[in-house]
């Protein structure tokens, strides 16, 4: 079944905002789409998984070294690179699926079984930590994943890496992947842990707008009927967004972030009361491939603004008895510290 | 279900005659079985509600028989485990073959079928989560034990929603994929009638599904239709347009008539109408929708036109939703429960072998313990060349301490019910700080795994106003506007906490029950206004509580410690706590105290 196109969505524009930022810098560390069912969360991730530029990867490498990056090869490419050039070719980056009934020897890899049983050798099988690295994981109804897999997958993302060590192997890889998990709050909230890990958070709605809601209709309408030929019609606009994200991911080194928007910033989660430094580094970070999507070549205060609520939503300290939107309240911090 | 007797029949709305609920009920069925023969895939599925029964098994054959003959039609087991659900390690075939052979799972077996879940209203959240998770992409993805594999598969699923008084319905995130929620409690065998279509009939208008056209000002007057009844989600949207679809392919038609729609709409929003949107008296068309279509470039006649069209639809969805909503949760806590009719459904979990598997041991798969074929395996391959030899007509020598077990972890999930006196004067408050209780225990990052109910008691009766669940989302807008005032039914209050307690047991949460009242009920089981009655009663209903083994909780609002309190306290083996001024924060305290010693 071929993808809804990204660029047919209708609205949803924080969300497409949100993938496209960590699509250019995946530094940024995530996304988490939180909301009401049926509001197409799934939709534009399969969409831009359709969308995302290619990669250059070491040519048959079960990790997808980067041949750019010396320092991060497995250990057979740094084998390999040392008696001569690795082979390099284009790949598209993955977007790999962790369905919730995965298993901890899968998600992590283990021992090749069928090697083991027909040649009596021990060899690492890749899991699908090792095949997300430089792609996506997603994560549909996050909210429902297994504890012990939610432990698995703090661990590597704050270590940027997989250990194994398991039956008698011992395996270490680079996994660095920008996590992409979606879910309706009303299963169940998230483990805290886990919602930090999410870079940007983007609260998802269904439009109220009966305008919108037709428009939507129809485009899926269209696309149910005859996916092809849809595909066709917004091929144009997917490969513009497409040059969009692989110009930025050049840019983005180039883009400068001016002192007086830094102290905006400090003082944004300030006034929020904003756990930690985490929030302000995504912020920082956000805004700035906000700004090479853009193609500008200096961050401003108005990319500022539209990348706060996605940074600092799911940061703000807990009242549990304040039961006003958090959006809304980093809106008001926004319009407050941010005024002209 | 004991409020259908009193179930009125709708208002006869124009072009329908007058026919008993029952017979009607059945004919909806009946469309919505056609229509989703039409466009099983499309349509996603059917909820029926109803006891296991003839009028079922009649409704569920007529259904089959529309479908091609070679459609699979595959039954999930209650409590069916992962590996058969989306597939896993075929053991037989491993073996013989000496590598790992994967083994479909039911959901990749219903390809081009039907799945068929009996007792949805008791399947657990993960399996809901692989069901709705493979009807969303197409596929079923295995990632387990050395297998990875991606199995297509698009199949309709049909729900067998058993669940008794609201207390218990099929997993939301199922409910929401499927386009039809049907009722047949009540149906009599009488009113089953055969059914006047043929297989033929659906066959044919399958094979012109796909060119049928849908004008746009139907789409556009069923979106505001929908709007108006509160129904929010778009796939119910989708689902309303593909029923119409499929209805106007079923008649013969080359584009949706305002007909094909009306009976979309019924089917598709009626069970969706949102509670407050569907007494036609109380709920005019939303001026202000109106208004942003004003504005659009429309004519006015067409625009006149379009606005009747979507009040008749929202008016035929509205007597469909009647029913429905007479029916939703909340409706209250019968008596008939508290008169001791639980338990006959279901035993006990046994945890000792359920729950999630942790990881593998070394020993025997005996009492009970299954084997792990795995890492059985696993650990007997390394050693395959020195046990073996090279001979290769031994697959894989496995000696016995080679055998792994699985070891399960049962979920330790509390389940908090808060069971709260809305009655009198001072109701207010102490649902406020219930509520502050309840929100405060869930905010707690430490008890995430603590899910919360909340049961209120005053007038006549008691009502689950928050079933269990744990999110703060759900609670905030459940308890946003919470009912006082009234009479003190106190036994009726401990006696649905009781049968909720056990009703969760039974899932393997573990039950705790938090009671906040002064212990002074003046409203008798039987609904009458006895006060010596009352106190009996909730004498009898505490031991019944008592006996479900949960953990106890007693705060006695009341202004100075009763002896009744102190009296019913006992009889609940409850921990007591004189609480004259209400305090959110102390509850939550020590419900957490009380589950932290297990």
Known sequence: ?340 | MTAMGAMPTAEPQDGHELIAAGERQWKDAQMAAALLAVDPIGLGGVRIRSAPGPVRDRSAEQFLALLPADAPVRKLPVGADRDRIIGGLDLAATLNAGRPVAEKGLLAEADGGVLIAPMAERMAPASAGLIAGAMDAGFVAIERSGVSRRDETQFCCVLYDEGMDGLEAPPQILLERVAFHIDLNGVSTRDASPSDISAKTISAARQRLASIDCPDAILEAMTSAGAALGVHSLRALMFAIGAARAGAALAGRDEVSQSDAETACCLVFGPRAAPDMAPPETAPPPDQQRGERDEADMSTEQGDQDQAMEDMLVATARAAALGWLLEKPAAGLRRRRAAGAGGKSGALVESTWKGRPVGARSGLPRDGARLDLPATLRAAAPWRNMRGGDDRSVHLPIYKNDLRIKRFKARSETLVIFAVDASGSSAMHRMAEAKGAVELLLADCYSRRDHVALIAFRGEKADLLLPPTRSLTRVRRTLSALPGGGGTPLAAGIAAAAVLAETEKRKGKTPFVVILSDGRGNIALSGEADRAAAQSDAILAGRRLRESGSTVLFFDTGKRPSPQAQALSGALGARYTPLPYADSKMVSQSVKQVIAAG
């Open chain 1, 1 to 340: 079944m071929a993808a809804f196109p990204f660029s047919a969505i209708v609205g949803q524009d924080e969300l497409k905002r949100a993938l496209l930022l960590t699509a250019v810098d995946p530094h940024i560390g995530g996304v988490l789409a939180f909301g009401d069912r049926g509001a197409g969360k799934t939709t534009a991730i399969r969409g831009l998984a359709a969308l995302l530029p290619k990669i250059d990867v070491v040519a048959g490498c079960a990790f997808r070294c980067d041949p750019l990056a010396p320092n991060g090869l497995c250990a057979d490419c740094q084998t390999a690179g040392k008696n001569g050039a690795l082979n390099v070719k284009k790949e598209t980056a993955s977007v790999v699926d962790l369905p919730l009934g995965a298993t901890e020897d899968r998600v992590v890899g283990a021992l090749d079984l069928e090697r083991a049983l027909v040649k009596g050798e021990k060899r690492f099988e890749p899991g699908l930590l090792a095949r997300a690295h430089r792609g996506f994981l997603y994560i549909d109804e996050v909210n429902l994943l297994d504890d012990h897999l939610v432990d698995l997958l703090l661990d590597a993302a704050a270590s940027g890496e997989n250990v194994v060590e398991r039956e008698g192997l011992s395996v270490r890889h680079a996994a660095r992947f920008v996590l992409v998990g979606s879910g309706n709050p009303e299963e169940g909230e998230l483990r805290p842990q886990l919602l930090d890990r999410f870079g940007l958070s983007v609260d998802v709605r269904t439009p109220d707008d009966i305008g919108e809601r037709i428009e939507v209709v129809r485009r899926r309408d269209a696309f149910e009927r005859d996916p092809a030929a849809f595909a066709k019609t917004w091929k144009r606009k997917d490969s513009a967004v497409r040059r969009k994200i692989a110009k930025a991911r050049d840019t983005l080194e180039t883009v400068e972030t001016p002192d007086d928007v830094l102290q905006k910033a400090a003082s944004l989660c300030i006034a929020l009361g904003a756990d930690g430094l985490r929030g302000e580094l995504t912020m920082m970070r956000a805004a700035r491939a906000l700004a090479a999507l853009e193609g500008r070549d200096r961050v401003t205060l108005k990319e500022l603004r539209l990348v706060a609520p996605l940074a600092l939503r799911h940061r703000l300290r807990k009242d549990p008895l304040d039961e006003t939107d958090a959006g809304a309240r980093v809106a008001r911090a926004v319009d407050e510290v941010l005024a002209p």
